[in-house]
């Protein structure tokens, strides 16, 4: 089954340092990973996703991930965090087991930044 | 980001009523997914639904669950007899692109607290 772990309950960052959000994925075939946002009482915003190419993903808001098939890793990234940026991620992995598209999501990382 | 619209955004009702939450996709799409998350648990899977079928379903749909499209331009999910652990955020996915370039674009969500 598909599956991505997510170790970070809260990330803590301090405005204009990078901040990195942590994700390692387990899939069985090509890999379909992609980044949620979630602000307070709010839906989930897409951000970015890797489907195949580039290592490097740019997405919305700034934000970049990078792929590491080697490690099994999809890791968030921006190389300066905003007071703004502050919310929930959740990585997710595409599952096609059932035929069809359906997501896995990790737990979810509280991201915190700090003026 | 294409804009799926859900309503109502919050329902407050006693265990064993019936409950319908509806969503309005990104238009002209024949198929769309509801996922639900559990206060400070992760967005879980519910079901796909395609061309006015079932396409998949988790062990979380059970029988009390049911999707329809009343008409050509919304979805709905009904809970016909509630219980307390379905108190919930309920989302629909909404998705652009074919294949594997599909993303999915979430609802605001409905948030359903069952008394």
């Known amino acids: 089954a598909q599956s991505v772990a997510q170790p970070e309950d809260q990330v803590n960052v301090a405005e204009g340092n990078p901040l990195t959000v942590k994700c390692t994925y387990s899939?069985?075939?090509?890999?379909?990973l992609f980044w949620y946002v979630q602000y307070p009482n709010r839906g989930l915003q897409f951000l970015l996703k890797y489907i195949t190419g580039d290592n490097l993903v740019k997405g919305s808001y700034g934000f970049e991930a990078e792929f590491n098939k080697s490690q099994t890793s999809f890791h968030l990234k921006k190389p300066s965090a905003l007071v703004s940026d502050s919310a929930l991620y959740f990585c997710a992995v595409r599952d096609r087991s059932g035929g069809y598209n359906k997501l896995i999501f990790g737990a979810g990382t509280r991201l915190a930044v700090h003026p | 980001e294409p804009e799926v619209t859900q309503t109502p955004s919050h329902q407050v009702t006693q265990m064993g009523q019936e409950v319908i939450l509806r969503c309005v996709p990104i238009s002209n799409h024949l198929y769309f997914y509801w996922y639900r998350q559990i206060l400070g648990q992760k967005v879980e899977f519910l079901v796909s639904?395609?061309?006015?079928?079932?396409?998949?379903k988790s062990e979380i749909f059970d029988d009390q669950f049911s999707v329809e499209r009343p008409d050509g331009s919304n979805f709905t999910l009904k809970i016909r007899s509630t219980k307390l652990e379905d108190s919930a955020m309920y989302f629909c996915?909404?998705?652009?692109?074919?294949?594997?370039?599909?993303?999915?674009?979430f609802g605001p969500g409905t948030r359903l607290l069952v008394l």
């Open positions: 899939v069985s075939g090509n890999p379909y």
């Open positions: 996915a909404s998705p652009r692109g074919g294949g594997r370039e599909e993303t999915q674009y």
């Open positions: 639904f395609y061309n006015n079928e079932i396409s998949e």
